[in-house]
């Protein structure tokens, strides 16, 4: 059986609204990607070195990375190898392989949430502004809330103009209350006065924004210390998971800043916003591989319910859909 049927089993054993969701929301790295792997495939009669290294450059040009892009092609060539395939058309479904079996070797973190089952489970926020971050913690909410969860919001970003009103328009969608301070408060004491607040009303799950300047990096980097230190005092062992905020659209630049925040902060999980917006969608893989961070959600449109739990199969289903949909 090839990879794009017991694809197609899995998928179908998962939500279809959630299958529908990563098709497309994927629609423009698809077009990219795959689209240029089927021209790719049309091309030759047989899988040789030029084969490779056009799909190579495919790959780099989807933004898979180039470290990423190197291991794939030697495991493509050594499974190509084993299985004695010829013909190019059959590369399509090993690609597909290859590709979870890449993002699943990045590493034995969990993509799901480390939610506590009793007590309060903590999230932090962190990411640079403009990235989506605020949206993003939004959205979460939202979903926690849909779950059954008593969810507070801590407005921990206190000086970028704006960013409390924007999360608490944020708050108001979801249906979560805000723990906020004036603008310019030390984002500490905000951290304090929300897990006094989440403990008081017996809360689930309380997620916390902070601020994203990065353009002063040594200055935040040790106010997110202070947030953490105080999280840690307050509640031992929290943050429970410290999830870092990347916009899909900037490619590389991701990777760079996910390197940085990595450096300063334990970061437990990423948050791919605006993966919808971006025909680059490898980057993806990029980071499970060469960071060894689990993708744990990704944003795949603009409604509440968009934000979706990352999935390795949902997301090769997504960047092969038309392969998957019509395999038998």
Partial sequence: MSFFKKLKE?????????SEKFKEGLTKTRDNFSGKVNDLVARYRKVDEDFFEELEEILIQADVGFDTVM??????KMEVKRRNIQDPKEVHSVISEKLVDIYNSGGEQSSKLNIQVNGLTVILFVGVNGVGKTTTIGKLGHKFKTEGKSVLL??????????????????????????????????AAVM???????????????????????????????????????????????????????????????LIQAKTFKEATNVSGIVLSKLDGTAKGGIVLAIRNELKIPVKFVGLGEKMDDLQEFN??????????????TSV
């Fill in 192 to 254: 304090y006065d929300a897990i006094k607040a989440a403990k008081s009303r017996n809360v689930d799950i309380l997620i916390c924004d902070t601020a994203g300047r990065l353009q002063n990096k040594v200055n935040l980097m040790k106010e997110l210390e202070k947030v953490k230190r105080v999280i840690e005092r307050e509640v031992p062992g929290a943050p429970h998971e410290v999830l870092l905020v990347l916009d899909a659209t900037t490619g590389q630049n991701a």
């Fill in 154 to 187: 801590a407005a921990g970003d206190t000086f970028r103009a704006g960013a409390i009103e924007q999360l608490e328009v944020w708050g108001e969608r979801a249906g979560v209350d805000v723990i906020k301070q004036a603008e310019g408060s030390d984002p």
């Fill in 10 to 18: 899995k998928i179908t054993k998962q939500t279809e609204t959630v």
């Fill in 312 to 325: 390795a199969e949902q997301y090769v289903y997504g960047l092969f859909a038309d392969q998957v949909d």
């Fill in 71 to 76: 291991k794939l092609i030697e495991e493509l």
